[in-house]
Every structure is written in C-alpha cells, then in structure tokens.
C-alpha cells in the first residue's frame, strides 16, 4: 500500500548522513521508481528544503518547478480548465502567455494528460512541476465562488439531521462533528483565502444569518444562510479551537491551524454572545513558512519618512513605537524594520500574541494568558537573554510599559506597538498609563503612526478631474485643476469594487530636545505635534494625499481612514 511505502522511505535516507549537493538528491531519486512519495517524505522529514528538493525533482524530470502559492494564479488559466478535470489530473492552470497556458501538474511527465488538456483548453499546454498536495490545495482555493458556497449550504439545509425540531446542546454537536459542516467551514475558508480577506465575520441576524469577509479594510456580504445551520456552524469553529461548545453565555478566544499544501493557515477567533445568537470572527493570519515579509523598500513609503526611519531604528538604544488600530499593518512594518536590522552580530527577540509570521535569525516567543504567561513576564526574562533588540507586540498595561522604559535606558532598543490614533499620542498614552513623564522623555526616540487605504485596482484604473470643491477641501495649494487623480471604474478583477489590495501611509515624530522638554512637563499632544511640525513633521492625512496624487488610492480612501485637520 502506498502508506505503508512512504513510512519506509525516512528509514531508507536516514542511513545518508546529508544531501552535500543538489546531484546527490537526484541520483537517490533516480534509484527508486516511486520518487515523487520519496520526495514528498524527504520534504515531510525536513531532510531536504522544500524548494530545492522540487527544483530536483524537476530538473529529473526537464520542466520547470513551480509553488502554486507563490506564482501569479490568474482566473482566466483557472477556467480554461474544469473543476472535475483538475481534481482528476491533479492540474491547475496558472496564467496564458503568448497564446500557451502553463499548468501545474503533479506529473507534467505525463503525455496523454497533456494532450488532453490542451484538446480541452482549445491551447497549447506548457507543463510544469508542482507537489501534488499544494495543487490539491491551490484547487480548492482558486474553484471556490460563492455559487458553490450556497450550494453546499442548499445540500445541508435539505439534509433530515438539520430539519429536527430538537436543538439541544448534543444535537447540535453532532452536527457540528458532521462532514457535511465540516466541509462548509473549509469551503467558507478557502473562498476567504482567494478573495484576501483579512477577517472572516459569522453572525446571526434576526430572521437568518449571514457571513461577511473584510477585503481591503472593507467588509463585504458573502452569504446568507438560514439560522437553523447557525448554532452547528459556530460549534464547528469552536471544535476547531478546542473551545466549550455548551458555553454561549460568555466570550471566548481560541486558534486554529489548517493545512494548505505543505504550510499551514493560521487562524485566531473570537466568539460574543449577541441578542441572536453567538457571533464568531475569524482572523486570517500568515501562512507558517511563507516568505512573505515584506521589506522596508518595498512597502511604498514616502522617503520622507522612509530614510529618517531607517536611521531611527539603526540606533543602539530607546523605543521606537508603531502605532494604529487593528488591521493597520504594524506588525508588518514591525517584522520589516527587524529585517533591515537582522545581522548575525544582534540579538533580536520578541515577544507577541500570537507569532504570525516566522523570522530566521530572530528567537519569537509567545505570550500565554492560560498559564498567566504575559508579556511583562517574557519580556523580564529576555532581558536576562543578552538582547540587543526586542520587539514588543503590544504595550498593554503599565507594568510592560515600565520595563519597556528601563529597558530602552539600559542600552536596549525596543520595538513596540500602541493603539492611538496620532503619533504624538504615542507619547502622552504613555504617560495616561502611569510612567513618569521623566522615564518617556529619554527612552522613547521616535513614532510612526500608519494606516492602510485602500488601492486602486490596476485593471480598471482610470483618470478623471476632480470639482474644484473637492480641491479647495483637501489642497491649499493653487493650479491643482490640471492634475489627473485616478479611481477604478470596477470590474471582474477588483469585483467591481475600484479597488484591490491596499497602501499604506504615515507619519512620523522624531523626538527631538525641544520635544523631551516639552514630555517632561507633560505638555499635550498638541503641543508635541506643533514642536514636531517644526523638524519636518507631516501628519497622516498629508502623506495619504501624496498617495493620492500618485496614483495610487483615492480622496474618498483617505477621508475614510484620517481626521479632519483644524488649524491650531
């Protein structure tokens, strides 16, 4: 039986003591005719990274290797071949260039399939390799719509165990342990995970109930469903979470993960009690072991806060703090000013909750509430770690607060993130929480407040001039009504939404002298932004407009996400 090949093949390598060389790994290959297992189980042990035991394995083979989720996978390559027919060959189409279509398959070696799917593609076929459990997954995710969301959901709804008058606590487990459900969770994530939704929004409505994601900071209505499915879906999640089922008085918070080829999705809920029943939010976090860090260069900020930010975090000691509301895009800023930082010559810690993404060189530790494991504890503990650099998640309460201060003045330099809705307010927030405006004014060096807007979508981008009202509200300047600003007009590729994806935008206070005196008497933040304005400072909405004239989001975007600057 295949199972009973695969658990042979880590004893058959273990004997090897290393794969010196990339020939060493094909000539093993080469020797067994169940290869692919071979490689699947050598990947499974860790012997041999992922991409360059695949890169073998089709060099072996004389194509091309390619990661289904980390290529361009358009909708149009994904039509041209039918759902059935991709399961059955285990193939999926990647994107058409030049009149060809390149498709992944678990076996490009394979001539008839070829052939046969270029016959029902109506286009010549360019194969290429990829590992069979990642198409598996890529069609999963890519075959989603919401036709066969509301399919699935038409199948339970007519199923005999989902019409019963009883809805005790154990008549709902059992649904909940179903495969019917089970399967509708999954197809509800994986359509979260094509369309880039952020959050996942499972709520009961009075008469029905309804699922909304959040794409590009925006929540949209997916489906509607009826209540009765409501209680099992929840209890699904739950499940999931390892979470009571029979608790729905109180709120709860768990996490799950989900196998998405050879990564895992990682996912963090939350569940409230509301006046109609239990509501779940689901947050996508990053794939573990994807490399999706972005760094500093390429995140499109203005090098007026770009280069005096690189400057800022190559200093030896203080804090530096990120700050925004949830869903800003901190912690990526976060991990992508560490990356600039990472050498082999610093020591880099963490501490977060959770870790979303893995940093090589740096030691990521986890907070855990369950075990009083908090961050005030962890972050004593690093201290005695020889650190040189410590990214803080977030500073919550004043004891984290207090040790983030004495460890900025002791020699440390301190990531760390704030929920305030200016830069400026970094600093009186933490004064409010109880540290002595003596301690902030030293060891805090610098703020950078961010949002995201959303972005035009590419596609359907289009030029128009805007009313000279619109001008005059945003813009002192004059000569302004011969400049195009750009809006998406909608279209398959943005779901006629205008946009697709999102860019962010800052504003950053350098704390200067003048700045430390003015903390130290405990002046407002007012009168710490005017100091700022100063030295350069521009606020957030400034810099939105910037993106605003390049192109890349719109008036309304910005409006949405900053206030209304009054002169002061």
Known sequence: MPSAKVKSFP??????????????????????????????????????????????????????????????????????????????????????????????????????????????????????????????????????????????????????????????ADRVALMAEGNALAKILDDIIYFALRERATDIHIEAQETQSRIRFRIDGNLREILIYPR???????????????????ETRFPQDGRFSLPIGNQKANFRVSTI??????????????????????????????????????????????????????????????????????????????????????????????????????????????????????????????????????????????????HTNTAAQAITRLIEIGVAPYMVAPSVIGVLAQRLAARICENCKEAYYPSRETLLKFFKEEGLTEVPFYRGRGCAACRNTGYKGRVAFHELVLITEEIRTLISEGRSAQEITRAASRVGYRSLRYDGLKKVLLGLTTIDEIEQNTALELDS
């Open 228 to 246: 009765k499915i409501h209680r099992a879906l929840i209890s699904r999640v739950k499940i999931l979470c390892e979470l009571n089922i029979a």
């Open 11 to 168: 004893d058959r390598i273990r004997d090897l003591p290393s794969f010196a060389s990339p020939e060493e790994f094909a000539a093993l290959c080469s020797r067994h005719g169940d290869s692919l297992e071979l490689v699947q189980a050598i990947i499974d042990e860790q012997l041999v990274p992922k991409d360059d035991a695949c890169r073998c394995w089709a060099d072996i083979l004389g194509v091309a290797y390619v990661d289904p989720f980390a290529s361009i996978i358009t909708e149009d390559a994904v039509e041209k071949v039918p759902v059935e027919i991709a399961q059955k060959a285990n193939a999926i189409g990647l994107y058409v260039i030049n009149g060809t279509l390149t498709v992944a398959m678990s076996d490009p070696a394979d001539a008839a399939m070829v052939k046969r799917l270029s016959q029902i593609t109506g286009l010549p076929i360019s194969p290429v390799f990829a590992l069979p459990r990642e198409i598996e997954s890529a069609i999963a995710i890519h075959y989603s719509t919401e036709k066969s969301l509301e399919e699935s959901i038409g199948e339970i709804d007519g199923s005999s165990l989902f019409n019963q008058p009883d809805q005790s």
């Open 273 to 418: 009690p509301s006046a109609y029943g239990e509501k779940a939010v689901i947050r996508i976090l990053a794939m573990s072991g994807k490399k999706t860090i972005l760094t500093l260069d390429k995140m499109m900020i203005s090098q007026t806060v770009l280069q005096p930010f690189k400057r800022l975090i190559q200093n030896p000691s203080g804090i530096i703090f990120v700050t925004g509301p949830t869903g800003s895009g901190k912690t990526t800023t976060l991990y992508a000013a560490l990356h600039e930082i990472n050498t082999p010559n610093i020591n880099i810690s963490t501490i977060e909750d959770p870790i979303e993404m893995q940093l090589a060189g740096v030691t990521q530790s986890q907070t855990n509430t369950h075990i009083d494991l908090k961050f005030a504890t962890v972050l004593r503990a690093l201290l005695r770690q020889d650190p040189d650099a410590i990214l803080i998640g977030e500073i919550r309460d004043l004891e984290t607060a207090k040790i983030a201060t004495e460890a900025a003045l002791t020699g440390h330099v301190v990531f760390a993130t704030l």
